[in-house]
């Protein structure tokens, strides 16, 4: 098992308030995995409030739709709930349906969203990916965000390694409950 101090990011601008909340974000997700659906979800309020003092720590008012979308989110994997957005990237501009699985910050600080994404007419996947993308809260706007009340209940993905493996580029925030979609070992 590895430490939350393992998995930090190597850069020299991690701030120890980054540190306490990604160490105690490890030990809420380890937690939450021990918890019935039910008691995840009435739990959700105090998992919150330490990611939304990281916000706050950061002092920047633009980071305000990404604390909204990091609660949204948040609670759409806890629910196992699909989520529905305007997406603007490389790949094109139109909106995605995804099934959220991990909420992670990369190396850079970017907190991103990666999850199964439904196949679109708009885009054509890249087959080597299986279906799963990857998308920055930074890019997605709050004002074209639906959390579906449709649900899923098994992975999409052909490697479940890549959302509950060790992550070594990335800090995990929350991830999706292995026994809500069947993964467990």
């Known amino acids: 098992m590895t ?3 393992e998995d930090l990011p190597n ?7 980054q540190t306490e909340v990604w ?19 009435a739990s959700l309020k105090k998992y919150q409030k330490a990611y939304m003092e990281y916000f706050n720590k950061k002092g920047k008012d633009k980071n305000q739709n990404e604390k909204q979308l990091y609660d949204l989110i948040y609670k759409a994997i806890s629910e196992c709930r699909i989520i529905k957005f305007y997406y603007e ?19 850079n600080g970017n907190t991103f969203v990666t999850g199964y994404e ?6 054509v996947k890249n087959k080597r990916n299986n279906g799963q993308g990857q998308y920055l809260l930074t890019k997605i706007d709050l004002n074209k965000f639906e959390m579906l009340e449709e649900t ?8 479940p390694d890549k959302i509950f493996g ?6 995990v925030l929350f991830r999706v409950d292995k026994k809500a979609v069947h993964a467990e070992d």
């Open 3 to 5: 430490t939350a101090n």
């Open 11 to 17: 850069s020299s601008k991690v701030s120890k308030a």
């Open 23 to 41: 160490a105690w974000k490890e030990k809420a997700s380890e937690e939450l995995n021990k918890l019935s659906k039910k008691e995840r979800i």
């Open 89 to 107: 990237s490389e790949g094109g501009n139109y909106w995605r349906k995804v099934e959220p699985y991990l909420l992670a910050i990369k190396d």
């Open 118 to 123: 439904y196949p679109s007419e708009e885009r």
């Open 152 to 159: 899923f209940d098994r992975l999409k993905i052909d490697d």
């Open 166 to 171: 060790k992550l070594p580029t990335v800090k």
